[in-house]
């Protein structure tokens, strides 16, 4: 079990939150997207790189590579010896390349728990999309479905990942809350699905937790920018951290999301435009609200 999700926290305390994916150089992704949003709302990370690439692999190079998982073990080892397990507030994961790794993030999120039992552990299952399909070895996908899933206080999958891991077809928000209920997650757990397919001009974000369902619709934008789910599942565990319900936090990553999207596509970027939109990360001009799925 997690901490209380819904606790007010304490705002003369640091947040601190311990994440664990990839990192690359030029533009936003993995780490590089998630990591801004949570200073800019106030959080304090420790970023620990699983991979580091000189850009997402979206482009036609990509130069750099994966630590080892000796290595990464090393570094969290590190930070537990400067007494930071019992201050870290949550564990935030994303892609991992090798099932060893998944391994050393399930037992690096049980020492984190054990040393802090409000401590929370957001799961993004990063494995593949609707247009890439798998892009991560099968080994990996059945670890982070048998591994860290179980210990997630929050899931963040698209469509694609949530399909998998519930074995189920998702394509609406209520295929989204049937999925959700299969998965074997703590009681007080939430999900959040990216990704639905709502309407030919709209795209749509899901999550639940025990008080109930809800949904977020947006117009579809023209616009293919990579890091946009890790950017949306940092700020769900943002906005979470610091108290608010799941529905309010919902509907402030989706609209931070979106106004950054929205930025980029205005731009005509390539890469998140994180740092020039970055009020919206804490200030969304449009606010998109939840609304409860029956």
């Known amino acids: 079990m997690g901490g209380n999700l819904t606790t007010v926290r304490d705002t003369s305390k640091p947040v601190n939150v311990l994440s664990i994916q990839s990192h690359v150089a030029y533009g936003h992704a993995g780490n590089s997207a998630a990591m801004f949003p949570l200073q800019r709302l106030g959080i304090e990370v420790w970023m620990v790189p699983t991979v580091v690439l000189s850009n ?4 036609p190079t990509a130069r750099g590579g ?8 090393a570094v969290i080892d590190g ?9 870290c507030d949550a564990v935030l994961s994303g892609y991992v390349g090798d099932p060893t790794l998944v391994a050393v993030i399930a037992e690096t999120v049980r020492r984190v728990k054990a040393a802090n039992p409000d401590a929370i552990y957001c799961c993004d299952p990063v494995m593949g999309n609707d247009t890439a399909g798998l892009f991560v070895k099968p080994a990996v996908a059945e670890a982070v479905a048998g591994s860290l899933v179980p210990l997630a206080d929050i899931l963040t999958p698209n469509r694609f990942e949530l399909s998998r891991l519930a074995d189920a077809t998702v394509e609406s928000p209520a295929d989204a809350k049937a999925a959700a209920s299969k998965l074997a997650m703590p009681s007080t757990g939430v999900i959040a699905c990216t990704s639905l397919r709502t309407a030919p001009e709209e795209i749509a974000v899901f ?8 949904v977020v619709r947006t117009p579809r934008l023209k616009v293919a920018a990579n890091g946009a789910g890790d950017a949306f599942a940092a700020i769900l565990l943002a906005r979470k951290l610091l108290g608010g319900t799941t529905d309010a ?9 979106y106004g950054v999207l929205e930025a980029t596509a205005a731009a005509g970027a390539e890469e998140l435009q994180l740092v020039g939109a970055q009020e919206v990360l804490v200030n969304p001009l449009r606010r998109f609200i939840a609304e409860a799925v029956r």
């Open 79 to 87: 930070i537990g010896e400067r007494g930071g397990f019992a201050a």
């Open 207 to 214: 999550a639940s937790d025990p008080a109930g369902s809800w």
């Open 66 to 73: 994966a630590l080892s998982t000796e290595m990464i073990a």
């Open 249 to 257: 936090a919902l509907s402030h990553a989706v609209s931070a999301v």
């Open 56 to 59: 997402h692999t979206g482009y």
